[in-house]
């Protein structure tokens, strides 16, 4: 079965996406591109914005937060990690190093452009690979965390249900639906796993001290 991509409530959009910015592609190191929009002021200054899961870089806080950037005359650049919104690849529960390693080719290309990253921004899961990437990657000096949860065990029962780890291992994944039944997407043992060992918290411990972060 394949796995869908998330839904993006027409009232959770903001307009038209080309009228916010310019559209830029960027592939990734597993050759997907990545879709992104870039609010740009004439600053070298550039803050990347990342979204949470089942979200995409139109949802409101990613629109409201490049916005008010730009009124203070910083660029400001949003994407779609791979598997959502307009970006290629499949949609996957966990894939917080690999989100990591979207962000680390959108900056990656900024440099190679000869911007200055003012800073990484991420909402939710976002700001979990915000976190895990400023802990790999010593190029960012500034880091916010906007509600991104520290113990990724927790929250996974609401989603999964009861004896999910039981469940999972005897048939290999399971289905999520939504309240009208219908289904959302499919977690395997695999990415169950990637999410239950990915340890922000150690991770955040190993950050720069160079690198100033904040947690919203």
């Known amino acids: 079965m394949s796995r869908a991509r998330p839904s993006h409530p027409r009232a ?33 200054e550039l803050v990347i914005l990342c979204h949470g899961f089942q979200s995409w870089k139109e949802r409101i806080p990613m629109v409201t937060l490049a916005g008010a950037l730009e009124r203070e005359g910083i660029s400001a650049f949003r994407f779609d990690f791979a598997g959502n919104g307009e970006s290629e690849g499949s949609f996957q529960y966990g894939n917080y190093w690999r989100e990591v390693d979207d962000l680390r ?27 895990l990437y400023a802990s790999k990657y010593k190029d960012v000096n500034i880091v916010v965390n906007l509600s991104g949860r520290f113990n990724l065990e927790r929250g996974i029962e609401g989603r999964l249900g009861k004896d999910f780890l039981q469940r999972i291992k005897k048939n290999g994944f399971i289905d999520v639906k939504n309240r009208r039944g219908l289904f959302e997407y499919r977690v ?15 991770s955040s411990q190993v950050i720069s001290r160079d690198c100033r972060s904040e947690f919203w």
């Open 12 to 44: 959770e959009r903001v307009g038209d996406p080309a009228m916010h910015g310019r559209r830029i592609i960027i592939p990734n190191k597993h050759g997907e591109n990545l879709v992104g929009i870039l609010h740009e002021t004439g600053s070298k």
């Open 105 to 131: 080719a959108v900056i990656e290309h900024f440099l190679g452009q000869k911007r200055f990253i003012k800073a990484i921004i991420g909402h939710s899961k976002g700001g979990n690979v915000v976190l």
């Open 188 to 202: 395997t043992e695999e990415s169950l796993m990637d999410r239950l060992t990915t340890d922000t918290c150690t």
